[in-house]
């Protein structure tokens, strides 16, 4: 699945580059995204080593790397960062990621931190071009410990990571959430083990509540749009995931949907 427009004006896009394929890397299949506002882009969550030539096939249909203003990594796994050796050398973008990675992105066999941003626990707003900004918005312990999202004002399209993640059956190529019942047997699983406890995903409900979202786009699998937004939202907000479910060491319970 590639090249999928979510939002595209004269001056403003925000483009599904890829979706990578069992094929492009032996693990999960991922998404990397382009927000651009006329001749600036930006990149959300680049992917690792193996998608990147695919990604920057992509790119070149609608912009060049020269024209990237920032990377973002929503967090430090490799399916985010392992690329962003070549991207550094490809770009001249600066690179954010929350302020609690900084230490451990080295380890990608970066030579210098030079170019990466510490992004504050309360997250920032990136004031790009004229006209064109973005909000790093805080998504601690969802599933990271150090987590950000993107939201883009013009779109308003939240970019959120791991948050919303599905992890699709071969062959199925949907774009798009419509149906939010029908998908759920995609997230339910990973929710539970891989979110940290119901307080977190309850907090940052109450926070991008106050946001106004057209669509969800997350990391890994399709995109949430008209009533699957909030339905999502709705069931993240009551979900038991994480901690909650821990009952001894090694025991998690296996909680069926309320
Ligand atoms: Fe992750
Ligand atoms: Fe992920």
Request: proline share 7%; charged share 20%.
């Amino acid at each position: 699945m590639r090249n999928i427009s979510l939002f595209n004006t004269d001056h403003h896009k925000f483009i599904l580059l890829n979706e990578s394929e069992p094929g492009e890397e032996d693990g999960i299949r991922s998404n990397q995204y382009l927000v651009s506002h006329d001749e600036h882009g930006v990149l959300l969550d680049p992917g690792g080593f193996g998608v990147m030539p695919r990604v920057l096939t992509e790119l070149l249909r609608h912009t060049g790397p020269e024209s990237i203003k920032a990377i973002m990594l929503s967090h430090q796994d490799p399916d985010i960062v392992g690329g962003i050796a070549t991207w550094l050398e490809m770009t001249q973008a600066p690179v954010y990621v929350s302020q609690i990675w900084l230490r451990f992105l080295p380890h990608y066999g970066l030579s210098s931190m030079e170019r990466f941003i510490g992004v504050p626990d309360e997250g920032m707003r990136c004031d790009l071009a004229p006209g064109f900004s973005l909000d790093l918005i805080p998504a601690h312990f969802l599933h990271s410990e150090g987590q950000i999202n993107v939201y883009d004002p013009v779109s308003r399209i939240l970019f959120t990571g791991d948050i919303g993640a599905a992890m699709m059956p071969p062959g199925v190529e949907d774009a798009y959430v419509d149906d939010f019942e029908a998908h759920l047997p995609y997230i339910e699983g990973f929710h539970r083990r891989y979110m940290a406890s119901n307080r977190a995903a309850r907090l940052w409900v109450d926070a991008v509540s106050e946001l106004d979202i057209q669509m969800i786009a997350p990391q890994h699998g399709p995109v949430y749009r008209g009533g699957a937004v909030q339905a999502f939202l709705d069931w993240f907000r009551h979900l038991e995931c994480g901690v909650d479910l821990m009952v001894s060491a090694g025991r998690f319970l296996r909680k069926s949907q309320p």
